[in-house]
C-alpha cells in the first residue's frame, strides 16, 4: 500500500489498534524503500524520511507508531549505496512485522496463565493482545465468561464481542457506564495499551482510567497486555505522550451541535490510568510491575538517550 493511503486510513482509523498502526506503518515504509525511484543515498534518505513524517502525522497518542519508524528507519544506518539503504530498510520492515506478530501469540500465553478456570474478565476497547489472552485461556479449557464495554464514541467494543462470539466465548455487552454495576460481578480486568510511560502510566482508550478506579475499589485486579514497543523512551526525557482529541461530531451530530452555540464536545480518544492502579503488565518479555517500565525502556528498547538526538533530532522523533 501506498504510504498516503496508509496514513489516510489510521487518520480514519480504518486502520485501528497500536499494534495493527504499527504493523501497517512497518509495512508502508518497506513498500516505499521497494518503490522508491531516487538515484543516490541522500535522495534516498529524504525518500524516506518524508515517507516517516507523513505516517508520524497521522495520530499523535499510540507510541507504537513512532516506535516501529524508529525501528525501520534505523536500517538506513550505516547504508552507503542506495541498495544498502533499500535493503535495511526492508529487512528491518520484516523483521519488526514478524515479531510484533510473534510479540502477540507469546503475550496471549503469559496472559492466559493470569487467567483462572472459572473467572470472569472485563476488557475494554479493542486490544488484539489483551482479547489474545482471554482467547488462549478459553483455548485452555478454562472456563471463562466477559464483559466487554461499548466503546463510545466508536464502538470498538462491536469488534470485541464479534471477535469473542467467533471463538465461542460466553460475553456480556454493557454500556460503557455500567462498568461499577457489574464490577463486583468480575474477577480480572484486561485491557491493551498504546502507550506506557516510563513511571508504569499506561494510556489507553478513553474510559480504561475510569474502569481500572472501579477495579481498584472493588478489589479486582488489573493486568495491562502491551508489547514491549508500546514503551515510551522519550517520557524518560520527560516528553508527555499527546492525547488525541478527535472530531465533536463523532459523539454528537453536526446537525444537533448547530442547534447548541454554547455547547463544546470534547472528545478525548485516550486517557491515562496512574501505575498504582495496575497491578501487572505482560509484556512478551514476561510481566513486569509498572514500576518496571524504565527497564524494559533501557533493555529491550535499548534506546540511549543520546540516540533520541541524533537520529530524529532533538523533538522529532514523536512527530511533534
Ligand atoms: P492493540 C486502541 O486504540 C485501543 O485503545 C486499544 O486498547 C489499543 O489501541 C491497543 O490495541 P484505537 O486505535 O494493539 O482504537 O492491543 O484508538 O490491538
Known amino acids: 500500500m501506498i504510504v498516503s493511503e496508509t496514513a489516510e486510513k489510521i487518520k480514519s482509523m480504518e486502520i485501528r489498534g497500536a499494534g495493527r498502526i504499527a504493523r501497517a506503518v512497518a509495512e508502508a515504509l518497506r513498500d516505499h524503500a521497494l518503490s ?21 502525522a497521522t495520530r499523535p497518542t499510540a507510541v507504537s507508531l513512532p516506535n516501529a519508524v524508529h525501528i525501520v528507519m534505523a536500517g538506513l544506518e550505516k547504508a552507503m549505496t542506495v541498495d544498502e539503504a533499500r535493503a535495511g530498510i526492508m529487512t528491518r520492515a520484516d523483521e519488526f512485522i514478524r515479531s510484533s506478530q510473534h510479540a502477540v501469540e507469546q ?7 493470569h487467567i483462572r478456570d472459572g473467572d ?44 469473542l462470539n467467533d471463538a465461542g466465548i460466553t460475553t456480556n455487552f454493557i454500556v460503557d457506564s455500567a462498568v461499577r454495576s457489574f464490577i463486583n460481578d468480575v474477577d480480572l480486568v484486561i485491557v491493551g495499551a498504546d502507550a506506557v510511560t516510563v513511571n508504569g502510566a499506561v494510556v489507553n482508550k478513553i474510559g480504561t482510567a475510569q474502569v481500572a478506579h472501579s477495579a481498584r475499589e472493588a478489589r479486582v485486579n488489573v ?29 454528537l451530530p453536526d446537525e444537533i451541535a448547530k442547534t447548541l452555540p454554547h455547547v463544546t464536545v470534547r472528545n478525548p480518544a485516550f486517557d491515562v490510568t496512574p501505575a498504582e492502579y495496575i497491578d501487572l503488565i505482560v509484556t512478551e518479555k514476561g510481566a513486569i510491575p509498572p514500576q518496571m517500565a524504565y527497564v524494559i525502556i533501557r533493555d529491550y528498547l535499548g534506546w540511549g538517550i543520546d540516540e533520541f538526538h541524533t537520529t530524529f533530532g532533538p523533538a522529532g522523533f514523536n512527530g511533534e
Do not use: D, W
Not at 36 to 56: G, K, P, W, Y
Not at 107 to 113: E, R
Open 36 to 56: 522508491a525511484r531516487a538515484t543516490t543515498s541522500e535522495a534516498f534518505r529524504h525518500e524516506m524520511e518524508q515517507a516517516a513524517s507523513l505516517l508520524l
Open 120 to 163: 470472569t474478565i472485563l476488557t475494554h476497547c479493542n486490544s488484539e493482545v489483551a482479547l489474545g489472552c482471554i482467547i488462549e485461556a478459553h483455548r485452555q479449557g478454562k472456563e471463562i465468561e466477559v464483559f466487554a464495554t461499548e466503546v463510545r464514541p466508536r464502538n470498538q467494543g462491536l469488534i470485541t464481542i464479534r471477535t
Open 223 to 251: 493486568i495491562v497486555a502491551a508489547e514491549t514497543y508500546k514503551f515510551a523512551p522519550r517520557t524518560i526525557l520527560g516528553e508527555l505522550i499527546r492525547i488525541e482529541e478527535r472530531p465533536g461530531n463523532e459523539v
Open 107 to 113: 503475550i496471549a500465553g503469559f496472559g492466559a496463565s
